[in-house]
């Protein structure tokens, strides 16, 4: 098991990470209605209808986020790195193939993540999320919730990549 140490800085990355990807979100939102909504004078507030984006400014908010994703799958590669590492230090040949295949996990949710990087697709993230989701359930249930937690931080970053044009991907 990692130490405090070790742990502390993972969740302190995770934290920056969470903390700036939600003020490029806010920063985005804010600049879509500066630029779509004109100065009004002040009026009794009604209930506002949200309006769907335009395929313009839907290719700016793409541009502006879908950088996250590479870093999700800068992510997931070092995430094959340590698994990788650690499967080659393994006692038993068990522990080797589970963290070989979590290596192979790995490598697969940043070939996916380079391809929504490339070809936004509501398809692509569901592949991202299985591919991810399957190493995260087996480490909770076998007791190494550490590497369930690291796990975490990529797709927590897919999340708040996608949430602001979900509605906008391609099917």
Same mark, same amino acid.
């Given at each position: 098991?990692? !130490?405090?140490?070790?742990?502390?800085?993972? *969740?302190?990355?995770? $934290?920056?990470?969470?903390? #700036?990807?939600? &003020?490029?979100?806010?920063?985005?939102?804010? &600049?879509?209605?500066?630029?779509?909504? @004109?100065?009004? @004078?002040?009026?009794? &507030?009604?209930?506002?209808? /949200?309006? @769907?984006?335009?395929?313009?400014? #839907?290719?700016?908010?793409?541009? %502006? +986020?879908?950088?996250?994703?590479?870093?999700?799958?800068?992510? %997931?590669?070092?995430?094959?790195?340590?698994?990788?590492? !650690?499967?080659?230090?393994?006692?038993?040949?068990?522990?080797?193939?589970?963290?070989?295949? !979590?290596?192979? #996990?790995?490598?697969?949710?940043?070939?996916?993540?380079?391809?929504? #990087? &490339?070809?936004?697709?509501? /398809? +692509?993230? *569901?592949?991202?999320?299985?591919?991810?989701?399957? @190493?995260?359930? *087996? $480490?909770?249930?076998?007791?190494?919730?550490? !590497?369930?937690?690291?796990?975490? $931080?990529?797709?927590?970053?897919?999340? $708040?990549?996608?949430?602001?044009?979900?509605? *906008?991907?391609?099917?």
């Amino acid at each position: 098991m990692p !130490d405090i140490q070790t742990i502390l800085l993972i *969740f302190g990355v995770a $934290f920056l990470l969470v903390l #700036f990807t939600r &003020r490029a979100i806010r920063k985005q939102k804010a &600049r879509a209605i500066s630029e779509a909504v @004109p100065a009004r @004078p002040s009026q009794p &507030r009604t209930p506002q209808v /949200k309006t @769907p984006m335009t395929e313009a400014q #839907f290719k700016v908010a793409w541009k %502006n +986020l879908s950088y996250l994703m590479l870093l999700a799958g800068a992510g %997931n590669l070092y995430v094959a790195y340590t698994a990788a590492g !650690d499967a080659m230090q393994a006692s038993s040949t068990l522990e080797a193939a589970i963290r070989y295949g !979590d290596a192979v #996990f790995a490598i697969a949710a940043a070939v996916v993540s380079v391809l929504v #990087f &490339r070809r936004p697709a509501k /398809k +692509l993230v *569901f592949a991202y999320l299985i591919i991810t989701v399957i @190493p995260i359930m *087996f $480490f909770m249930s076998t007791g190494h919730y550490t !590497d369930a937690l690291v796990h975490l $931080f990529p797709l927590i970053l897919v999340y $708040f990549v996608v949430q602001p044009v979900w509605s *906008f991907l391609k099917e």
